[in-house]
């Protein structure tokens, strides 16, 4: 996971320009539900902006960073998710997913509630675009938590005293998901080795199993390949060559490029350790080679 950078102002000016008026059609909807106590409308709009993180975003799972279609034909693989769950909120894991993967907690991640955070329907702070793996498939209504919940909330950003486990990307909302986790090859861990901090980390990685997934796994082994490449390529005798390889390093590593939080990883890797990167490139290979045969 990386974070997607951008100015509350620029945010809500970005969704007035897509669609004039939708931030008072959403506002309206917010005090509705604050009259009912919950969640409830026969319809939603939060589709109409979707647009908005789609472009943030550079086209790619806010969670597990892989590219999705650009086109507007393609905007049913981009899932509009709720950070916090608006409807009702689920207590993970569940014994079934505990039981699947394998996972065991020494602490607490929250519990169960009938009514979630039902004025962050249509809060602009409390969506990201997502693939339907991390969003419908494991996403779907957990959240959990560290500390005592603040529902319903009115502000993502006031409400870190939940110390929520899983990390949210985009603007300042939250914590700098690349301060939490880096990657060891293709494969992510936590940066700290202790606290909240660590436990956030590794919870995300296994709630969105995102060391575990093969497409990622395979998907970052092409990532590293194709930058380590690209890093020799960027010191090579011939001028031509030194372009396109300045070029793909810094392509590769943007914000809109998949998998940037492993290419990065793997880039000060390279620029601290270029033998130990080598290694890394080599085992990235034989893990491709190893799902051929
Ligand atoms: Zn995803």
């Known amino acids: 996971m990386i974070r997607y950078p951008i100015h509350p102002r620029e945010w809500e000016n970005r969704i007035e320009e897509l669609v004039p008026g939708w931030q008072a059609r959403a506002e309206a909807r917010t005090a509705h539900f604050r009259e009912l ?5 026969s319809s939603s709009i939060w589709s109409e902006i979707k647009r908005v993180y789609m472009e943030l975003q550079g086209f790619k799972c806010g969670f597990c960073e892989r590219r999705l279609e650009k086109s507007r034909y393609g905007n049913v693989e981009h899932d509009v998710e709720h950070f916090r769950p608006k409807g009702r909120v689920d207590a993970w894991p569940t014994a079934a997913i505990t039981d699947d993967r394998g996972l065991a907690y020494d602490f607490d991640l929250g519990e169960a509630a009938a009514n979630g955070y039902f004025l962050l329907a249509y809060n602009r702070e409390n969506y990201l675009i997502s693939c339907k793996t991390c969003n419908t498939a494991l996403k779907r209504n957990f959240f959990p938590i560290a500390g ?9 950003r006031d409400m870190r005293g939940e110390k929520p486990f899983l990390i ?5 909302v939250d914590e700098d998901p690349e301060d939490l986790i880096e990657f060891d090859g293709v494969l992510p861990v936590p ?16 709630f969105f199993a995102l060391d ?15 930058l380590h490449l690209a890093l020799h390529a960027r010191n090579a005798a011939e001028e ?3 372009a396109i390889g300045l070029h793909m390093v810094d392509r590769l590593t943007s914000p809109h490029a998949p998998h ?16 130990g990167a080598n290694d890394i490139a080599d085992a990235a290979l034989d893990y491709l080679l190893s799902l051929v045969s």
């Open 37 to 41: 106590g919950r969640y409830s409308e």
């Open 148 to 156: 005592n919940n603040e529902r319903p909330g009115t502000q993502p």
């Open 168 to 172: 949210y990307p985009l603007g300042a």
């Open 191 to 206: 940066i700290g080795t202790r606290g909240h901090k660590r436990r956030r980390a590794q919870v995300t990685i296994d």
């Open 212 to 226: 575990r997934r093969e497409v990622l796994l395979e998907e970052r082994a092409e990532t590293i390949l194709a």
């Open 240 to 242: 031509g060559t030194r």
């Open 260 to 275: 940037a939080g492993c290419a990065r990883s793997f880039r000060r890797r390279f620029d601290a350790d270029q033998a």
